[in-house]
């Protein structure tokens, strides 16, 4: 009997996880229904501008349009945008897990140890990738484990087409998430030339024909944006994060106190396309001049990074210093480089500007395939495997069980503060003097024109011609102090996340 469970394991170890991870999504499902984000709300606005035939509108530079693409049929289905997006996130999930176990087996790694890693472990764990937040983070991810797939793959130089699939699976990377442009390009240039120090040219040849085929495929893409916005450009996002780095934080701050207005006519806020906020200008003359400041905020961003990879295990350490010993006796040396070089990519760029564990989750099944693959390869007592297996396997656990206890009926409040308002029929434009997070989803949710924050101190007239020039019909204050308007002009007064909350009516 206990023979007949094993066997039944092996064989269907891949269904369980399945089963398991589905049963595990729609029992959080139920509490994560109202989690909303304002990456999320601009990608949900971005495919209903798709599905309404607005295409001049929807074509975003900072938005890649992938997961938009993919929403469309699911806010067919389901109308509602959010939970569109969490049902779409269900269906990419389960594709992460097969290319997960893809990829190990592609890695050589095919024991019992990876077949419980993927049913206890892993559907937890992209149960917490795909409700925490609704952002292009988590597909991204599931293409970088895509094309890792291939690439650790023995047989792929000796398919005769696969070169064309290689770089469409690159193109529809990219289209994911602009990262994803420099992340296929940067795999491709260090495999290029370890096979010309290798003088295989059946490969480079094979590389080679994989990124014309990238490029070629990218550039329709790439002129789409770059007519949009008047200048080449494969994505909007890099430019927009890296003029953060001014040295002058209150003047990056002050385009955050002054109107913002909605790219077009079809937006809920400018966080549709933050393409077109003009941040204070940020000069190579300027890092130079002061390289103190901007080497400290790079070493403090990369000390953070490291952090965030410890918190997908704490024995990541011991992970790394094992496999350079696998590393130094060739043991699976190819692959081992293949995920060291990947996961420095993955976060390479991110590393001048503000970095979040969401953007660097492909690190996840990266660390974990490190471990399976030490603990096949190092020859140790059966019974200090399976401690060492369980105890390490706990430490994935930490991080997802804590952040999905934390977040549960993440944005609730907001939703049902919407529905509240609802009744009171407010349209067109808003301003908020603070709190533009939670404007953002309130306006998504009321289907308003949010312009940002209005806050002006104690100028009063440059509020007033502001409120007047925008055409803002209603103005919300969050709290307790005096505001500049008259109470009579209250529409609405509430306590919401300890503060309060008036929103007055602006006259005409």
């Known amino acids: 009997m206990k023979q007949k469970v094993k066997d039944f394991i092996s064989k269907y170890y891949l269904l369980l996880t399945f089963i398991l991870y589905t049963i595990l999504f729609f029992y959080f499902l139920l509490f994560f229904r109202y989690q909303i984000n304002p990456d ?18 929807a074509v975003n530079g900072y938005w890649s349009p992938l997961i938009s693409f993919l929403l469309i049929p699911f806010l067919v289905v389901f109308k509602e945008g959010v939970i569109s997006f969490k049902i779409l996130s269900y269906f990419i999930g389960l594709f992460s897990i097969y290319l997960f176990d893809r990829f190990l087996k592609n890695v050589g790694i095919v024991s019992n140890y990876k077949k419980i890693f993927l049913i ?17 983070d988590f597909i991204i991810t599931t293409f970088f484990l895509f094309l890792l797939s291939f690439l650790v793959d023995e047989n792929l130089f000796n398919k005769k087409y696969s070169f064309i699939l290689l770089g469409f699976i690159g193109f529809l990377t990219y289209l994911a998430k602009t990262y ?10 260090i495999l290029f030339f370890i096979n010309l120090i290798k003088r295989d040219f059946r490969k480079i040849k094979y590389l080679f024909l994989s990124g014309i085929v990238f490029i070629a495929l990218s550039s329709i893409w790439i002129f789409i944006i770059s007519a949009k916005y008047g200048y080449p450009t494969v994505g909007t996002t890099g430019k927009f994060n890296y003029t953060t780095l001014t040295i002058d934080t209150l003047k990056l701050k002050e385009v955050y106190t002054h109107p913002l207005p909605p790219p077009d006519s079809l937006s809920t806020s400018f966080w549709d396309d933050p393409s077109y906020v003009k941040h204070p200008e940020v000069s190579v003359k300027m890092v130079f001049e002061n390289l103190n400041y901007y080497l400290k905020i790079v070493s403090e961003r990369t000390l953070r990074t490291f952090k965030l990879l410890l918190s997908f295990s704490l024995f990541l350490p011991l992970f790394f210093i094992l496999s350079v010993f696998l590393f130094i006796k060739k043991k ?12 420095i990519i993955s976060f390479i760029g991110y590393l001048p ?22 603990l096949e390869n190092f020859k140790i007592r059966n019974f200090l495997k399976i401690l060492s297996f369980i105890l390490i396997s706990l430490s994935f656990l930490i991080m997802p069980l804590k952040e999905l206890k934390s977040d549960l009926n993440s944005g609730k409040d907001v939703y049902n503060l919407s529905s509240e308002l609802k009744n009171l029929n407010i349209s067109g434009n808003v301003a908020s003097n603070l709190n533009r997070k939670n404007t953002t989803y309130i306006s998504y949710y009321l289907n308003l024109k949010y312009y940002g924050t209005f806050y002006y101190s104690n100028d009063k007239d440059k509020l007033l011609e502001d409120l007047k020039r925008y055409k803002i019909s209603y103005y919300f204050y969050y709290g307790n102090k005096p505001s500049f308007f008259d109470s009579t002009h209250i529409i609405y007064r509430t306590s919401f996340q300890n503060e309060s909350l008036k929103i007055y009516r602006i006259d005409e």
């Open 40 to 57: 999320g709300i601009s990608l949900i606005n971005i495919a209903k501008k798709y599905l309404s035939g607005n295409f001049k509108l």
């Open 120 to 136: 206890f472990f892993v559907p937890i764990v992209t149960t917490h990738f795909t409700l925490i937040k609704i952002t292009s």
């Open 180 to 189: 994803g442009f420099f992340f296929f390009l940067g795999l491709l240039i």
């Open 332 to 343: 699976k040396r190819k692959n081992l480089f293949l995920i060291f070089f990947a996961s």
């Open 353 to 374: 500007v503000e970095i979040e564990r969401r953007y660097i989750f492909i690190n996840f099944y990266l660390i974990a395939s490190l471990f399976l693959i030490v």
